[in-house]
């Protein structure tokens, strides 16, 4: 696979684009049982578009994001720049080739021009079901909450809290972790290969903090995740996926050898 050409893309952009959105919805297609919900939400929040096409033009993936610039939150710590890290995908012959770090890379990097701009930095904060999806935000981003372990700062709790809130999520129940959310990702479940792929590398990691939160995608739970940007990242990523691109490219030549 060949570097790929990054492009982004405002909000308003995609949604005047309906070829686009259809680009999007057929590249996620394999990964879901059906796409459409979760398309027509990432779409609505949608500020920023980062899609990554090979040489002819061919779509390899995409990610989105929305930034928000919100002024002092009742009880919380600070100001925050908020930064929803959004929905990402990529074509199906492309799983575990890094072929989104790009994506993910580029984004990180123009959220930090964006806190240099305001003066200040900013939450990056998420929801998902896939343990690949924490797996790569741990390794790459500063603060994530919670930690592998499944601690949390008394900080982190209040932000959960809020975000909570903020996604019409019932607050938590007393004893109950603030970071995990039940039924909240309606009609979104991840296809039966998705599922096995991700089990697959869940057990090769030999990573339990989905399990030991009971966060069960096909019961529509979600994790809710928070970070802040890291002082470097993009040397790491780009050697990430540099080294997993020779890796697929290696496999591929095997292949057809």
């Known amino acids: 696979m060949t570097q790929l050409a990054i492009e982004v893309i405002s909000g308003d952009e995609l949604r005047r684009n309906a070829w686009l959105r259809t680009e999007l919805a057929l590249l996620a297609a394999p990964s879901y049982d059906d796409a459409s919900a979760i398309l027509a939400r990432e779409v609505a929040a949608c500020s920023h578009l980062y899609i990554g096409r090979e040489g002819q033009g061919q779509l390899a993936g995409f990610f989105m994001t929305s930034r928000e610039d919100l002024s002092a939150v009742h009880g919380l710590p600070l100001d925050l720049a908020l930064v929803h890290v959004g929905w990402s995908a990529c074509r199906n012959d492309l799983k575990n080739s890094g072929a989104t770090m790009a994506l993910f890379e580029r984004c990180i990097v123009d959220t930090q021009v964006w806190e240099h701009k305001l003066g ?10 896939s343990p690949t999806i924490y797996l790569g935000v741990s390794r790459y981003l500063a603060n994530v909450e919670p930690r592998c372990d499944g601690s949390y700062s008394s900080d982190g709790a209040r932000l959960a809290h809020w975000l909570r809130e903020r996604l019409g999520a019932p607050a938590a129940a007393e004893g109950e972790h603030p970071f995990a959310l039940r039924g909240i990702a309606t009609s979104t479940r991840y296809s039966c290969a ?40 993009g040397t790491a990523l780009s050697r990430a996926s540099m080294l997993a691109l020779m890796s697929r490219n290696r496999r591929t030549r095997r292949r057809t050898a």
């Open 120 to 129: 200040r930095s900013a939450l990056l904060w998420s929801t998902t079901a």
């Open 194 to 233: 998705e599922r096995e792929r991700i089990a697959r590398i869940v057990e090769r990691k030999q990573f339990g903090l989905f399990a030991q939160l009971d966060i069960d995608e096909a019961r529509e739970d979600r994790l809710i995740f928070i970070a802040r940007t890291p002082a470097q990242i």
